[in-house]
Every structure is written in C-alpha cells, then in structure tokens.
C-alpha cells in the first residue's frame, strides 16, 4: 500500500463482456435496499440458484473454521462496490470461485489536502454510502465475510502516504482525529448495519500511531465500538514490526491487530526456487509477525499481503511494477508460502492478499497464484 500512495497509481476499469444474470440480476435486487442488514432480501430471481447460494452460505458464513481465509478487492470510485460497479459486479463470484476465498476486505479511501492539513475528507475515490452498502450486501449473497478497511491518501503532491502525515500542535492532532471520526462514522454506521463481520479503524498511519497522544487513539477507538459491534482492528505497516508497540494497541477493544506483510526478503533482484520459499518467508516474514505478536500480546491477522508475477517477487514486494521477466510460478509459489506457514502458526488468523485485480503485477485473477490460495483456503470453506 505504501508503493500505491508514493506512486499514485493509476488503477484502469477493465470492460468486460456480461458474464451472466446470476451475481448482476440478484445485485440489483439488493442495491435497491436500505440499510436495514439481509433481513428482508428479495427473493431470488429464476436465473439464480436457491441451492446453489444456500451450498455458498454454508461454505463460508456458517463455517467454524478461525483462519480467516481472504482476498482484498479494492474499489477507486464513487461508485466503487456498487451496482453500475461492473467489476465488482461481475468478478466477485470468480474472485470466489478461483480462490475459494470466504472472506473479500473491502477498502474505502478518504483523503486530505496535505501530509500536514487536518481536512479528512471523502473524494473522487471515494464510494457513496449507497454504493458502500450496496457492495457488502452482495458480497454477502455471495456467502462472504466481509473485512471494511478504512484509508487515507494526500491525492497531490509527491508523497501520498498515509504514514507520513504529522503534525507539530496537540491541536492539530486533536483536529484531525476529530475530522476523520466524523468522516468514517457514516461509513462505519453503514458498515454496521449491513453485516460487516471486521473493520479496520486505520491503515499504515505511521506517524500518528506512534506519536499521536494515547487518548485519541482510544477515544476514536470507543466511538467506533460504540457503532461498530463486530470484530475491531487496526493495520500498522511492515515497517512496524521491529518496533515495540504504541500502547494504544494494547485497548481490549481492538480484538486483533493488522499487519500489512510486505517485508521485504531479498536485498536484490532476483529469482528464488519456489521450493525455497516457504523457509525464506517464515526466517524473514513470519519470524517478524511472530515477533510482534508476542510484544502485543494479541494474536494478529495479515490485513495485506502480495506478490508480484515477476521473477523477483521476493524483492521489495510492495511495488505493484518491475521490469524484470513475468514469472507466474514466482507468484504461485510466494503466495503458498505464506500459506504453508501462515495457516499452522497461533499467532496469525487469517490472510488477506492484495489484490484481485487493479494492482498491476499484484493481481490475481485468473492467476496461478490464484490457484494456490484455493488450494489452501478450500478445506477452510468445508463446514466442520
């Protein structure tokens, strides 16, 4: 994420053909809906299987496996995740089916003026309350769990990290925590009330979690619990983890904390045998969340993670572009060895890989890689 804000990328709407009545016809019926939870759904139409979305439903929303077994599907627009959202429309389901993914993090950017203003503010990447609501609710007709992240980005200027805003004033910090509550809480109430099972209260804010007073941090983290009913979670960045952790982290209300896991694991460009990569994740990636876990004393989740389809996946994973030669099996293999390693450690419940599509070299779909997670996240599907 951090290459994304420094880089501005560009993320392209891919045209794509209909790819049938089922996800787009029963999304319309639900876009149409108020914010008033999945308890008055309308009925499916004839071109949807009854059967087929209970079998969905029993997979993933009644399964009592613990590790959460996801992918994130990130949205640039205001009418990101909903109905006239084509992609999300469309590819949701082939994001389930090609992953077996239960669980899609739906992110939701906001943004502000400088590295250094307090105007947090919704903007042109933005997705509207109604479009907002509309995609949980069809992600959960999908039979998913739903994981909101919320972001923050400068959209001009050279640096657009969230990570790098600070301040100089206690009145400043004081502003800004007051303008981002305001401008998440719709969101959050939203969230809320269409069955979002996990949110993130912030993403990679560097700066602000290590330096903002305490009793801001828990402040806005007791006005979102006030809201917000399920599973609360914050995501430090990679850069994080060799640090001790501010003590706002330790609050009994953040059940779980986020890590977004692109440590880098090779100091250059090259290739690794993807026989070797699960020992070279687990001596430089699972060794650091392991780690950090401990220093929390509160299990964590990978709120982030991905790989590139480049022969030198392992090198400096967050960037979404590289000029070395495209390399499907580098992918494959990156992403199974966080998986090897991920799903039998204690200290990780679950894993979130960026991105389905969107992210350049980083997508999944209709990816080797994409194989790889459904060869891992199937038997998390099956009900126990």
């Known amino acids: 994420m951090e290459a994304f804000f420094r880089k501005k990328a560009a993320f392209l709407l891919l045209t794509v053909c209909l790819a049938g009545l089922i996800g787009s016809v029963a999304y319309l019926v639900l876009s149409s809906e108020s914010l008033t939870g999945l308890n008055n759904l309308a009925p499916m139409s004839k071109a949807t299987s009854p059967t087929k979305v209970a079998k969905q439903s029993r997979g993933c929303m009644l399964t009592q496996h613990g590790f959460e077994g996801g992918v994130v599907f990130p949205r640039w627009s205001n009418k990101a995740y909903g109905s006239n959202d084509t992609n999300w429309v469309q590819e949701l389901p082939q994001m389930k089916t090609q992953t077996a993914a239960c669980w899609v993090e739906m992110p939701v950017l906001f943004q502000q003026t400088s590295l250094t203003s307090t105007d947090v503010a919704p903007g042109k990447n933005t997705p509207t309350l109604s479009s907002f609501t509309s995609g949980i609710h069809y992600a959960r007709a999908q039979g ?175 960037l979404t572009k590289s000029s070395a030669a495209t390399d499907l099996q580098e992918q494959q293999g990156a992403c199974a060895a966080v998986l090897v390693n991920a799903l039998s450690d204690s200290h990780i419940l679950g894993s979130f890989f960026w991105a389905w599509d969107g992210s350049g070299k980083l997508n999944l779909k209709n990816s080797l890689a994409a194989s790889a997670l459904h060869q891992y996240y199937q038997p998390l599907s099956a009900p126990v």
């Open 144 to 318: 998913l769990h739903v994981f909101v992240t919320m972001l923050v980005t400068i959209p001009t200027g050279i640096e657009h990290w969230a990570g790098q805003i600070k301040f100089t004033t206690a009145a400043q910090e004081q502003q800004w925590f007051t303008n981002y509550w305001q401008t998440i809480q719709p969101y959050v109430a939203a969230a809320q009330q269409a069955g979002v099972e996990q949110l993130a209260l912030g993403t990679e804010e560097q700066w602000l979690q290590d330096h903002a007073p305490a009793s801001l941090w828990n402040t806005l983290i007791s006005k979102i619990h006030h809201v917000f009913s399920g599973t609360l979670t914050y995501d430090v960045n990679w850069t994080a983890l060799k640090e001790n952790p501010p003590a706002w982290l330790h609050n009994p209300l953040l059940k779980v904390i986020g890590v977004s896991a692109y440590a880098p694991i090779l100091t250059t460009s090259k290739r690794v045998d993807p026989q070797q990569m699960p020992a070279l994740w687990s001596k430089d990636v699972q060794s650091l969340l392991d780690q950090f876990s401990t220093k929390l004393g509160a299990p964590i989740i990978i709120s982030e993670i991905g790989y590139r389809s480049t022969a030198d996946a392992f090198y400096n994973p967050w």
